[in-house]
T-cell receptor, first 113, second 112 residues
Framework: DGGITQSPKYLFRKEGQNVTLSCEQNLNHDAMYWYRQDPGQGLRLIYYSQIVNDFQKGDIAEGYSVSREKKESFPLTVTSAQKNPTAFYLC????????????FGQGTRLTVV | KQEVTQIPAALSVPEGENLVLNCSFTDSAIYNLQWFRQDPGKGLTSLLLIQSSQREQTSGRLNASLDKSSGRSTLYIAASQPGDSATYLCAGLNTGFQKLVFGTGTRLLVSP
């Protein structure tokens, strides 16, 4: 099955801890994105990448880091510098140009305990 | 800076009604506009994508239109069913392909 796989589905973080969210796609898409969703708010862009070994900050990058060592993978690390990390995190991918239709994973719900 | 607004924020209708969800955007320089569905606790499912050169797209009971000059898109759902209950999100992709800008969504409830 082609698609985007996020793991884990649920994640709990202690204060001061870094955690990494996984995102893998087998759609051969060049672009990958990380969004954060909070209740009552729209999706906000954290980071995006259009090519391997390159990525750009989105609107709310502070306290987060990413890497893009492989085309298929775009992991997101939530660092201890992110003061309010409890949220639903969504990964997406798309082609660049042509239709550029975006497809999303099933999300990871992160909770601080 | 692109801003996307969706009205109404919530909508409750009886089964069988035809309904329209609205999406407006401030920057007409969009590459495409995409409609998504989100069920509680789940990711987003792509419903329809309209490229900037197109006026509308149809899939089954869904029809989406795009008017770049007025900065508006509508999603029309015909003969609504309880299974259509979900949050519907629209998003515009800028011409730099850098990001989708999302509206805050319309929460739809279709009652049997």
């Amino acid at each position: 099955d082609g698609g985007i796989t996020q793991s884990p589905k649920y994640l709990f973080r202690k204060e001061g801890q870094n955690v990494t969210l996984s995102c893998e796609q087998n759609l051969n898409h060049d672009a990958m994105y990380w969004y954060r969703q909070d209740p009552g708010q729209g999706l906000r862009l954290i980071y995006y990448s259009q090519i391997v070994n390159d990525f750009q900050k989105g609107d709310i990058a502070e306290g987060y880091s990413v890497s893009r060592e492989k085309k298929e993978s775009f992991p997101l690390t939530v660092t201890s510098a992110q003061k309010n990390p409890t949220a639903f995190y969504l990964c997406a991918s798309s082609t660049i140009q042509v239709k550029a239709e975006a497809f999303f994973g099933q999300g990871t719900r992160l909770t601080v305990v | 800076k692109q801003e996307v607004t969706q009205i109404p924020a919530a909508l409750s209708v009886p089964e069988g009604e035809n309904l329209v969800l609205n999406c407006s955007f401030t920057d007409s320089a969009i590459y495409n506009l995409q409609w998504f569905r989100q069920d509680p606790g789940k990711g987003l499912t792509s419903l329809l994508l309209i490229q900037s050169s197109q006026r509308e797209q149809t899939s089954g009971r869904l029809n989406a239109s795009l008017d770049k000059s007025s900065g508006r898109s509508t999603l029309y759902i015909a003969a609504s069913q309880p299974g259509d209950s979900a949050t519907y999100l629209c998003a515009g992709l800028n011409t730099g392909f850098q990001k989708l800008v999302f509206g805050t969504g319309t929460r739809l409830l279709v009652s049997p």
